[in-house]
């Protein structure tokens, strides 16, 4: 468990490969996005939704990327070569705790309400940190923006995508 605990650690020095991508030097690190996700099921989180199995998905949806690192669509990486490399570094990482891996399989299957809510909030944030480098750096965002209201399916998470990319600074 100790060699578990500390290779995660490794996701709060992981930068979020797509804001690199746009020239963002101090980009946000992999476990700050999990934060970001983390904190949109505390604030947001509708009735009818199981917050804290939602918010053990947050917390886990990208754990793999300690392992296999940040892939991007710019990678040129298939969807399913891309879950097949998660699946198979969580299997090794989390073959002492199995219920975790359940919950990946969860949020990587979308069969839940749980597991879809938490997959439109990875969404927004991503589109709420577009904005944020957009203000911050004078970077253009906006196929994040893009990205993110073309992924998403909770008619409340699309209106909030709507209303930022409608106050995001245009360049």
């Not at 989180?45 to 690192?69: F, S, W």
Request: proline content about 4%; overall charge negative.
């Amino acid at each position: 468990m100790k060699e578990l605990l500390l290779e995660t650690l490794q996701l709060k020095e992981l930068p979020r490969a797509g804001w690199s991508r746009v020239g963002i030097g101090d980009a946000e690190s992999v476990a700050a996005h999990s934060w970001g996700v983390s904190w949109l099921v505390v604030a947001v989180c509708p009735e009818g939704i199981d917050q804290h199995k939602a918010l053990q998905l947050a917390v886990i949806h990208d754990l793999a990327e300690a392992r296999v690192g940040d892939i991007t669509p710019h990678d040129n990486i298939e969807k399913s070569q891309k879950s097949a490399m998660e699946s198979e570094a969580l299997q090794d990482m989390l073959h002492m705790r199995p219920d975790l891996y359940q919950l990946w399989e969860e949020y990587e299957q979308q069969k839940t309400p749980e597991a879809k809510l938490v997959h439109d909030l990875d969404r927004l944030d991503m589109a709420l940190q577009a904005v944020k480098y957009s203000r911050d750096h004078g970077v253009d965002t906006e196929e994040f923006l893009i990205s993110a209201m073309n992924d998403v399916d909770h008619p409340d998470v699309i209106a909030m995508i709507e209303r930022l990319r409608e106050s995001a600074p245009s360049l």
